[in-house]
C-alpha cells in the first residue's frame, strides 16, 4: 500500500517532540511492507530538509500563513501517488491541503485524532476568532474524513457526538518502541553525569502548555521535607522551563531538582533507566481525559513502575502496572512516590507487569496495525 502521511509540525526538532507518534507509525509501515511519504511543516531551519526518516521518504512543507495555496497544489500531485491519505491533527495548513488532496485524486482519507487540540489551545492565551476557527475545524474533520482513529475512549464519544458513526472509528492509542525501550538499558552513565548515588525520581515530557511538572515539583517538595536522600529529575524542555526553574528556585529545593532540558528521544530511555520510580501526573480536565499519554506507553516498555494520576485513559492503559493518585494533588502523588521508595519487591513486581503489557498492547505495532485497518474500512466505502 502506497501511504501519505501529514503532520502539520516538524518531525526533526526537539522544539517539537509530540511527533514521535507518527514517525514511529510512519516507521512501522515501512517495516510491514507499506510504502510511505510523510509530509512535515519544518520551523524553518534549512538544513532539516536533507534529514532522512529511516526508510520514510520526508518532505517539507511551508508553514507560513498564506503558504496553504501552494501546499494544496502540491498535495494534489502527491495525492495522485497515494493509495490512501493520513493526516494527524485539525492545523489548517496541513488538514485542508490533505483533505482537498483527497478530494482532487479521488483518494480515501483518514484523521488521526489524538488530542483535543481547541481544548488545549483554550487553556493558553486564546484569541476568541483563531479558537472559534480551530473548534470549528475539529469538529467539521471527522465528518469529512473517511475514517477516524482516536487516542482514548473520550475522543470517540466526541466523535460519536459528531454523528459519526461507530463503523468509520478506530481505537489507536500510542505506543512505544520496544527495542529503544527495554528493560536492559543502563541507566548508570545519567547517573555518573548527575552524580546521583540514592534515589531517583523521574518526570519526563515536554514542558509546554497541558502539562503538569508544576504539580510533580509540588510533590517534591512535600517529599523532601522528611526525605532528603532523595533527587528529582524533570526530563524534556519547553517555553515553561524557565518558571519551573524558578518555582524551585522560590521553594528552596534546587540542590535535589534536576533539569535537563530537551533531551533526544533515542536518549530518553537511559533516564527512565536511571530512575527508581517514574511520574506520570495530570489535572482532571477536558484535556487529559482525551490524552493517550506517551510517557506511560514508554515507562512500560522500560519496565518501571509508574506513580501516576488516574484520569483518562491511564488506569486502562497501565493496569497492574501502576500505582493511581488522585489528580492534581501533590499529597496523593507524594504519598504514591513515597509508597513505591519504600518497596523495592513492589516496583520490581510492577515494572515485570508493566513490561509485558507494553510488549501486548502499548507498541507501535499493534498501533499501526489498528490504523491499517482503517485504511482498509476507507478504500472499501471509497471504492
Known amino acids: 500500500m502506497k501511504i501519505l502521511m501529514v503532520h502539520p509540525q516538524d518531525i526533526f526538532s526537539l522544539s517539537e517532540p509530540w511527533t514521535v507518534r ?4 510512519a516507521q512501522e509501515f515501512v517495516k510491514k511492507g507499506h510504502k510511505v511519504k510523510l509530509v512535515y511543516f519544518p520551523l524553518g531551519n534549512k538544513d532539516l530538509v536533507d534529514k532522512i526518516l529511516r526508510g520514510v521518504e520526508t518532505i517539507p512543507f511551508c508553514r507560513k500563513k498564506w503558504a496553504v495555496f501552494k501546499n494544496i497544489k502540491k498535495m494534489k500531485e502527491l495525492g ?6 493520513h493526516f494527524q491533527k485539525c492545523f489548517h495548513y496541513a488538514a485542508l491541503p490533505a483533505l482537498f488532496a483527497s478530494y482532487f485524486s479521488n483518494k480515501p482519507i483518514h484523521y488521526d485524532w489524538d488530542d483535543w487540540e481547541y481544548k488545549i489551545y483554550e487553556s493558553g492565551c486564546p484569541s476568541k476568532l483563531i479558537g472559534y476557527y480551530l473548534d470549528l475545524l475539529e469538529r467539521t474533520i471527522p465528518k469529512l474524513a473517511d475514517t477516524t482513529s482516536v487516542a482514548s475512549s473520550h475522543l470517540k464519544k466526541l466523535a460519536l457526538s459528531l454523528e459519526v458513526s461507530n463503523e468509520r472509528i478506530v481505537y489507536a492509542h500510542v505506543g512505544a518502541d ?21 534515589h531517583l525520581v523521574l518526570y519526563q515530557g515536554q514542558l509546554h ?27 524534556g524542555g519547553g517555553y515553561d522551563l524557565n518558571r519551573l526553574m524558578n518555582l524551585v528556585k522560590s521553594k528552596g529545593i534546587v540542590d535535589k531538582v534536576i533539569f535537563t532540558g530537551f533531551v533526544e528521544h533515542e536518549e530518553v530511555p537511559l533516564y527512565i533507566a536511571a530512575s527508581d520510580v517514574v511520574v506520570a501526573c495530570f489535572e482532571d480536565n477536558e484535556i487529559t481525559r482525551c490524552k493517550s499519554p506517551l510517557k506511560i506507553a514508554e515507562y512500560m516498555a522500560s519496565g518501571k513502575a509508574i506513580v501516576a494520576s488516574d484520569v483518562g485513559e491511564v488506569k486502562n492503559m497501565a493496569g497492574e502496572a501502576c500505582l493511581l493518585t488522585k489528580p492534581g494533588d501533590a499529597n496523593s502523588l507524594a504519598k504514591g512516590i513515597l509508597t513505591l521508595l519504600k518497596n523495592k519487591n513492589l516496583r520490581r513486581s510492577m515494572g515485570k507487569q ?12 499493534v498501533t499501526s496495525d489498528n490504523l491499517l485497518k482503517a ?7 471509497n471504492g
Do not use: C
Open 22 to 25: 507518527i514517525k514511529k507509525i
Open 375 to 381: 485504511y482498509s474500512i476507507a478504500l472499501k466505502q
Open 80 to 85: 495522485k501517488w497515494a493509495d490512501v491519505i
Open 178 to 198: 520496544l527495542e529503544l525501550f527495554n528493560p536492559q538499558v543502563d541507566g548508570s552513565s545519567i547517573r555518573d553525569r548527575y552524580g546521583i548515588s540514592k
Open 209 to 235: 502548555g497541558s502539562q503538569y511538572a508544576e504539580l510533580f515539583i509540588n510533590s517534591a517538595e512535600l517529599i523532601l521535607k522528611s526525605n532528603e536522600n532523595i533527587t528529582f529529575m524533570v526530563v
Open 354 to 365: 508493566a513490561r509485558k503489557r507494553a510488549e501486548k498492547l502499548y507498541n507501535w505495532h
